[in-house]
Each structure stands twice: as structure tokens, then as C-alpha cells.
């Protein structure tokens, strides 16, 4: 569904390729995460998808990127709208109307459509993302986890098979990011939705990956796994993947849920012990916390 052939994107005045050799390809129906340290490249491989590199930030793009039969670099953003969504990490910067109804119809404004099919679509993804209750609602009276959905919202309605999101959980806090990643499996499953997402906080999203796509770093190609493989090699990792490491468990957990049932073993060896100088104890190590060896945007 999306297609990377030995992209390269250089930008202006930049001596060096942001992001070279890349080659990847995201299967039609999956959600797959894109990770890898701070400045690696990340947004530039979403940008890509989007047609935002290189059409809104300049530079040059060499090698193709295909999504859904489509070359971004020869069309532009809005020429893509109907095939693939594009969420970022703040959706009040990007609101163009003023309450949720209106957001969600603007989406389909460049496509032409007749009216009565823009109002069914409109009505359709209140429903889809629970929004209903919302529509009269000015968004900045919004909570940042509805934000979001309507966000999700303003690009679903011309029907993508594409979603591409950047950090969308990175600026909400547990419970609206929850609320965000149960809308998108929603998609991803229902209606056979092709996710493309970063997301540096991957204690959240890590789970519902069907594949990780590692940026190891700068100028190094995208290394594509299972998320337990490449957690296992990653830089950037979850909590409980630290611990699983520690443990030396094979898979790794990737949720505190599947941490808890392989450390029966741990806990006997460590029964009695008590934890060195101030690190927390082992019960406690899958546990929200600022996602620690990973380095934040
Ligand atoms: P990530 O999302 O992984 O943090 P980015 O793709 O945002 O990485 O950035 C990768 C590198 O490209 C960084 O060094 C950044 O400064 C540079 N970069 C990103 N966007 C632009 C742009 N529009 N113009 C010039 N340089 C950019
Ligand atoms: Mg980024």
C-alpha cells in the first residue's frame, strides 16, 4: 500500500541526505510503527507518504514513494487527500473551521463532492469516532483526546486508505491517548485502514503494532520486523523492554500485562533481595514512566 524504492530526501542547504537508501514497504491493512531516536528522520519518511516532502518543506526527494498506486512526489498534498490522512502531534495548530462539524466537512472541500454525499460522510464519522455528541461544540473547548479524533476525523471523510500520523499520542496525557489508539485500531480493523505512525512514547503503541519500522540512525536504512524482534535490537524501547532485556526474557514483553506473566520466575530468584541504592524494585519497573532510554522530540 505504501512503497519506498531507494528514497533519498536532501534538504535545501543541507550538505548531507536527511534520509537515504530507504526502502520499505507497508502491507495493506497493518499498522506499522516508525521509531528510532530524535532527528533521525522520522517526519521526513512520514512527510514523504504525505506528499509534504517535498512539496511544503523544499529539498529534494530522489528514488519513489508510492502510496496506494500513486507517486508523491508528483502529486501534491491536496492531490493526495483522497488516498492518504495526515495527523500531527498538535491538532489546534491545524484547524481551519471553528466547531467539529464544520472541521469534518472541510476535509472533503477540495474533492468536489455533491452535498448530500459530503453531509452522509460527515454523519458517518461522528459515528465512526464517537464524535456525535460533539458536533455543535467549538473545538477549543475540546479536550486534547477529542482534538485528536476530530483530526483523525477531518482526514477520514474522503475515505483514505491511508493514515499517516506523527507523535499523535506524544501531547495527551494516558487516558486521551488511550482514547486515540482504540479509535485508530478501530479503523485499522473495521475498516482495513493502512496506518503509518510515529510515535516516540512507545509504551503506548508498541502493542498494537503488527510491524516496527526501526530507523537505527542518521542515513541508515529502515530495518522492518516484528515488534519483539526489533525491540529486541532497537535504541529507543519501552520500560518493560528494558526489563525484559534485563531479564533476558525471549520474545520480550511488550506490555506490563505480558511482563507479569513470565516473571514468575524473576520473582522467586529475587525473593528477599533488596533492590541496589535507589532503583526502583523489579514490581515496580513495568510501571508508567517517562519513557527513559528513549530520547524525546
Ligand atoms: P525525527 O522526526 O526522527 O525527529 P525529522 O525528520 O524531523 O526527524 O528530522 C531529521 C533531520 O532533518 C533533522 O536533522 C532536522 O533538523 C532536519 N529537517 C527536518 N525537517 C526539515 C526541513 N523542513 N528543512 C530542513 N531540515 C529539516
Ligand atoms: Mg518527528
Not at 519518511?45 to 529539498?59: E, M
Not at 526527494?61 to 492518504?84: I, N, Q
Not at 481551519?96 to 452522509?120: K, W
Not at 496525557?173 to 516516540?200: C, F, K
Amino acid at each position: 500500500m505504501i512503497r519506498f524504492e531507494n528514497v533519498s530526501v536532501t534538504y535545501d542547504g543541507a550538505s548531507e541526505p536527511t534520509v537515504r537508501g530507504v526502502d520499505l514497504e507497508v502491507p495493506e491493512g497493518e499498522l506499522v510503527l516508525l521509531v528510532g531516536p530524535s532527528g533521525v528522520g522520522k517526519s521526513t519518511i512520514l512527510g514523504a507518504v504525505s506528499g509534504l516532502v517535498p512539496h511544503f518543506t523544499g529539498g529534494t526527494l530522489r528514488g519513489r514513494v508510492m502510496v496506494a498506486g500513486r507517486d508523491t512526489r508528483t502529486h501534491k498534498p491536496r492531490e493526495l487527500a483522497d488516498v492518504v490522512g495526515t495527523v500531527g502531534q498538535d491538532p489546534l495548530s491545524h484547524f481551519v473551521t471553528d466547531t467539529v462539524e464544520d472541521e469534518l466537512a472541510y476535509g472533503m472541500e477540495s474533492l468536489g463532492l455533491p452535498p448530500a454525499v459530503m453531509r452522509r460522510r460527515v454523519e458517518e464519522t461522528l459515528d465512526l469516532l464517537g464524535l456525535a455528541p460533539l458536533r455543535d461544540r467549538p473545538l477549543v473547548t475540546l479536550s486534547g483526546g477529542q482534538q485528536q479524533r476530530v483530526a483523525i476525523g477531518s482526514v477520514l471523510t474522503p475515505h483514505p486508505r491511508v493514515l499517516v500520523l506523527d507523535e499523535p499520542t506524544s501531547a495527551l496525557d494516558p487516558a486521551a491517548a488511550e482514547e486515540v489508539l482504540a479509535v485508530l485500531q478501530r479503523l485499522v480493523h473495521d475498516l482495513g485502514t493502512t496506518v503509518l505512525m510515529a510515535e516516540h512514547r512507545l509504551e503506548r503503541v508498541v502493542q498494537y503494532a503488527d510491524q516496527v519500522a526501526l530507523l537505527p540512525a542518521p542515513g541508515q536504512t529502515p530495518v522492518l520486523g516484528t515488534p519483539a524482534d526489533i525491540m529486541a535490537v532497537s535504541p529507543v524501547y519501552p520500560p518493560v523492554v528494558d526489563l525484559g532485556r534485563l531479564a533476558g526474557w525471549d520474545p520480550l514483553p511488550l506490555t506490563v500485562r505480558d511482563a507479569r506473566r513470565r516473571a514468575g520466575d524473576l520473582r522467586e530468584r529475587l525473593a528477599g533481595q533488596a533492590p541496589e541504592g535507589n532503583a526502583p524494585a523489579v514490581a515496580d519497573a513495568g510501571t508508567p514512566r517517562e519513557n527513559a532510554p528513549a530520547v524525546a522530540d
